[in-house]
């Protein structure tokens, strides 16, 4: 069984520009989560998804940052435009249910210059 | 506020010692734990994880221990290999299910 994939895995862009990321979840998986750790510093939660449903999207930092789950499948995230301190490593996880082990990406790393 | 914490940012041994890493959490509400592992370039993966239910729970060579009176959660890896090196994150799962993470301590072992 496929585990959490991202895309891309990493991208380096333009103070200005846009980007998208991409997580596609464990097939079956309802719940989706968005993460970032910037440089040295925890993992911070973005968003969560429950199949196309946001449940809570209480960590997104500003109005720059769209999250979208098509069909309760795959999510992206968009950084638009992207600001330097937006650069961190971006994680995907998904879970079965709530409450239960969530599987995580191998990330992706975006650089804002 | 509510936070998870990690005592020490960066825990250095010996290939063979026992490594002990440690965590501070505040949400009494949390019933659910997990150890992370996340090696260079890649995600955090799974270690094992506790519910507040358990004190203790063992896996192949880490041990996970809670104690709820003090609010502290601990890893412990017995015979530390090189391929150990990694940060470790904890985990809890509060009543919101949105598993909330501490900053992480790194892991060196030395051959």
């Known amino acids: 069984e496929a585990g959490v994939t991202q895309f891309p895995s990493h991208s380096v862009i333009e103070k200005g520009q846009t980007v998208t990321l991409r997580c596609d979840p464990i097939s079956g998986h309802d719940n989706l989560y968005w993460y970032r750790r910037v440089m040295g510093k925890e993992i911070k939660f973005l968003l969560h998804?429950?199949?196309?449903?946001?449940?809570?999207e209480s960590g997104m930092p500003n109005n720059r940052f769209l999250a979208e789950r098509t069909g309760g499948t795959y999510s992206t995230l968009k950084v638009q435009p992207a600001e330097l301190e937006d650069s961190g490593v971006y994680f995907c996880a998904s879970s079965q249910m709530m409450n239960t082990e969530a599987f995580f990406g191998q990330g992706t790393r975006l650089t804002v210059v | 506020g509510e936070s998870v914490g990690l005592h020490l940012p960066t825990l250095s041994v010996q290939e063979g010692d026992n490594s002990i890493i440690n965590c501070a959490y505040s949400?009494?509400?949390?019933?659910?734990f997990i150890w992370y592992k996340q090696e260079s370039g890649k995600g955090p993966q799974f270690i094992i994880d506790?519910?507040?239910?358990?004190d203790k729970r063992q896996g192949q060579r880490v041990t996970v221990l809670l104690n709820k009176t003090v609010k502290h959660l601990s890893l412990q890896i017995a015979a530390t290999q090189p391929g150990d090196s990694a940060v470790y994150f904890c985990a809890e799962i509060p009543a919101s299910y949105i598993p909330t993470f501490g900053r992480g301590t790194s892991l060196i072992v030395h051959p």
């Open positions: 998804f429950v199949k196309e449903s946001k449940q809570d």
């Open positions: 506790i519910r507040s239910n358990m």
């Open positions: 949400n009494s509400a949390s019933d659910y």
